[in-house]
């Protein structure tokens, strides 16, 4: 009985850190911020669906690279919001979330 509570712990953990957690990318759900010299440069919440866990969610600064975006998350409470950066709140919904 205790081999068998220990083997179902130890799955649990493999499917939870294992491949099999992460199945989905993350998506945007909102702007939060824009550039104020770089349009393309922005601050967004990003959310990953992990099926019956729910969601993860991060801030990220995203800068355009070439073909695609360079995502490193971010404190917003440390930017200069008043120089760099200007508020935009733009709902994208990547992962088409009913509500909003």
Do not use: C
């Not at 992460?22 to 990953?48: A, F, G, P, V």
């Not at 969601?55 to 995502?71: A, Q, S």
């Amino acid at each position: 009985m205790l081999v068998a509570g220990v083997l179902l712990v130890l799955l649990g953990l493999l499917v939870k850190s294992g491949p099999l957690f992460h199945l989905s990318s993350w998506k945007t759900q909102e702007i939060l911020y824009r550039s104020r010299t770089h349009k393309n440069h922005r601050i967004e919440l990003q959310m990953r669906d992990i099926g019956a866990f729910g969601y993860h969610r991060r801030i990220v600064e995203v800068k355009p690279f070439l073909f695609f975006d360079l995502p490193s998350e971010i404190d917003t409470a440390g930017i200069n919001k008043k120089k760099n950066w200007y508020r935009v709140d733009e709902y994208v919904n990547e992962l088409e979330l009913k509500g909003g």
